[in-house]
Nanobody, 126 residues
Framework: QVQLVESGGGSVQSGGSLRLSCAAS????????MAWFRQAPGKEREGVAA???????SYTNSVKGRFTISLDNRKKTLYLDMNSLKPEDTAQYYC????????????????????WGQGTQVTVSS
């Protein structure tokens, strides 16, 4: 079974940076689709960024140019580099894995993702 463990959250001031990590274990398939989601209090969980095994990335519009998703295949670790953080980026951040992915679309549809980490909190103060 796939296990995902996030780390790297914290509190920063507006304009600051953070790097989130997600250590993955329990899978050996060569094709993968992984993503970061976030959920703020009182709001629905939303997709932030996704990456597939071909290195194709997708981002939600509000983070384009500020966030970068990457994957270290050897370490099986997913990253989210977040720069120019804004108070509206404050949320619990989750990494997710699409266990049934075999190529094609890898995006930010919540229901595509099978396994989830426990989340890590990011708080941005103004």
């Amino acid at each position: 079974q796939v296990q995902l463990v996030e780390s790297g959250g914290g509190s920063v001031q507006s304009g600051g940076s953070l790097r989130l990590s997600c250590a993955a274990s329990g899978y050996t398939y060569s094709s993968y689709c992984m993503a970061w989601f976030r959920q703020a209090p009182g709001k629905e969980r939303e997709g932030v960024a996704a990456i597939d095994s071909d290195g194709i990335r997708s981002y939600t519009n509000s983070v384009k140019g500020r966030f970068t998703i990457s994957l270290d295949n050897r370490k099986k670790t997913l990253y989210l580099d977040m720069n120019s953080l804004k108070p509206e980026d404050t949320a619990q951040y989750y990494c997710a894995n699409n266990a049934y992915y075999s190529g094609g679309y890898c995006g930010l549809r919540l229901l595509d993702y099978t396994y989830w980490g426990q989340g890590t909190q990011v708080t941005v103060s103004s």
